[in-house]
């Protein structure tokens, strides 16, 4: 059984920083890519950041370039996403995400177990 559990998330000011994590049990960590995907009130799930089995391949929607950056412990079974100059905008859940595959992709479709997500509020 695969596992995720997100933890970091909570309530900030614009301009404020939060690292979020996410660990994996039950899949070998260390052999797929990983993503972040975030849900606002009343909009669709959307991609946020994605990274391949090695780290040395990284993906951002255009609002996460120059602010958030992701990265893996493989060690540690763990992901991480960091975000720094904060916004309103970006208050939403965050979910991380495994894929059944190495390379990473920006698509929901593509990753196959979820965590149940981390709020994030930005206040303005």
């Known amino acids: 059984q695969v596992q995720l559990v997100e933890s970091g998330g909570g309530l900030v000011q614009a301009g404020g920083s939060l690292r979020l994590s996410c660990t994996t049990s039950?899949?070998?960590?260390?052999?797929?890519?990983m993503g972040w995907f975030r849900q606002a009130p009343g909009k669709d799930r959307e991609f946020v950041a994605a990274?391949?089995?090695?780290?040395?391949?990284?993906l951002y929607t255009d609002s996460a370039k120059g602010r958030f950056t992701i990265s893996r412990d493989n060690a540690k079974n763990t992901v991480y996403l960091q975000m720094n100059s904060l916004k309103p905008e970006d208050t939403a859940v965050y979910y991380c995400?495994?894929?059944?595959?190495?390379?990473?992709?920006?698509?929901?479709?593509?990753?196959?177990?979820w965590g149940p997500g981390t709020q994030v509020t930005v206040s303005s």
């Open positions: 995400a495994s894929s059944p595959v190495a390379g990473a992709s920006v698509y929901g479709r593509d990753y196959d177990y």
């Open positions: 990274i391949n089995w090695s780290g040395h391949t990284t």
């Open positions: 039950g899949r070998t960590f260390s052999r797929y890519a």
